[in-house]
Each structure stands twice: as C-alpha cells, then as structure tokens.
C-alpha cells in the first residue's frame, strides 16, 4: 500500500529538473503519436526561452498529436549544429542563420515550415537595431566611431551580421573592446548599464527597454522573417501536420493571441509563403560567416 505522504509528493517529485537537466526536452509521455523536438538558440535568457515558447509546444501537441518538446541550446551555434546534425526535429533562428543552411547544406537541406508575420499588415520581415543609453550624446551612428559596442552572438541576424554591415557600410569602427554578448537581452542591459557607449539586438527587445532608458538610435534594412524549419529527413506527414497548425494560430482568438504576443508583443501569426530563396540571397548579402575580431565577454566584464 503507498503511503499518503509519498502518493502526494512524488507527482511534485518528477517535475522537478535534476541537476544538470535543466537545458533537456520537456517531456510528456501521454502523445499516442510519437514526439517532436523544437529546438531555439538562446537569443534571451533560458529562462526567458522556456516562457515565451512552451505555450507554442503545449499547443502544438494538442493541434498535431504528437508530443511537442522544448530543447534550448547552450549557444547559438550549438543549436544550429543540433538541427544540421538532425538531432533536434524542428527550429526557430534567425533568417542569416537559415540561409546560410540553405547554402551550406544543398544534398541535406532543412525545410522551410512557416515564417514568422508582425503586426496588424502581417508583414514577413523584421529590423535590428543600435541602441544606446536616451541621455547619450550620440545622433548618428556616425557618432559611435571608436566607440565600445556590444554585439550579440557572432551567428545573430540581427544582434552582430546585418549591424555590423551596417556600421561598416556607414564607415564606423568600433572600438577593438566591444564584445560579444551571449542575447540580445544581455546586450540591452549592457548599454543601459553603462557598460557600453552602444549595442546591437533585435528590434522587438530595444523596443521592450525603451521604457528603462534604452534609445533607438537607427534601425536595419527590412530582412526576412524568422523562420521555422525542419531537419533534413523529416516526414512529410509531421511538417504538414506543424504547418497547418501553425498557420491555424489566429490572433483574434485570445487564447491563440496569448501563445503569439508571449513570443514577441509584434508576433500576429505565421505564413507559408515565404520562398526559401530569399534566405539564400539574404545569406548571401550577408556574405560568409567568419570570426570577426570583437572578444566574447560575459555580461558585467
């Protein structure tokens, strides 16, 4: 016979994450289907990741059958790796990120699923932007020559590739002790902290900061929208089946609104529209990925 203490702990028991498992799949073993792993890079927090996108999991399993299951990487290019290993079966990067995938891996692609849509227009492209502290005397990005700047991860759309064309095709370097930051949260609070003369992250995130003191000091050309893509080898069946569930979220419905804007207070759906060629020409406008100069640094450092 169980004991009425240990029937009632255990449940809270295995909820738990053990040591070192914080960053696995979330696991529910009741889908009758079989499971998908979607697989994120951080560009936030761990944190941060796991609220914003177990509500799309919880409500991909319910619309698909299949048991949908979150895995953040420990890096940007760790998650890249899993999808191009096909260890993961699903994932969201950005659009630089699935080009240059396109480009690299021609007999094993990944398959474009759904593409991110923003705002009341549904528009499939999204900005970077360069931030700086609202009392900063900086007007320009002119202004920022020799200046400390803190970059997101060097495989970032839009926390390192397209700002920094952007500040080189301006003519502006940075000072040799910008760094590289590991989200574009990381790079907000930097520059609000005053770590840093100016910084480089997604548009959304230095919209959430203006409110602290963050100030938008030029925004990136229109670029394609992030992406949700399948590993190579993936069934037919299980993409179509994420598709249209995808493309079923409608932002007039406030269950389906709340899974949208907890991603991004912008996010208003999916399409399938998008022709996975114009990430092949964004990567290559982005030219090839290589090790810029900028040291990693953590957060504080």
Known sequence: MSHPFLAAILPLVGALAL??????PTRNQGSPRGRLVFGLYPSDSPTEMYRQFLPLCEYLTEATGYQVELDVAPSYSAGIE????????????????????????KSRAPVLVAV????EKKETT???AIVTRQDAPFRTIQDLNGKTFAFGDRRSTMANQVP???LADA????SPSSVHLKSHDDVALAVLNGEFDAGACKAPTAEKYKDKGLRILALTEPSPSKPIYARYGLETGKIEA????LLALDIARPEHRAILT????????????????????????????????????????
Do not use: C, N
């Open 19 to 24: 040591p070192g498992q914080e960053g696995k």
């Open 82 to 105: 899993k999808i191009r290993k096909g260890e993961v079966d699903l994932f969201r990067s950005g659009a630089g990120a699935f080009g240059h995938l396109l480009l690299q891996e």
């Open 116 to 119: 991110e849509q923003e705002g």
């Open 126 to 128: 999204f900005r970077g």
């Open 164 to 166: 920094r064309k952007l």
């Open 171 to 174: 003519g502006v370097h940075v």
């Open 242 to 245: 994420v598709r249209k569930a």
């Open 262 to 301: 907890g991603i991004e207070a912008k996010l208003s759906g999916y399409s399938a529209a998008k022709d996975p060629v114009e990430y092949e020409q964004f990567a290559r406008f982005l030219g090839p990925e290589t090790e810029d100069p900028a040291p990693a640094a953590p957060p504080g450092k």
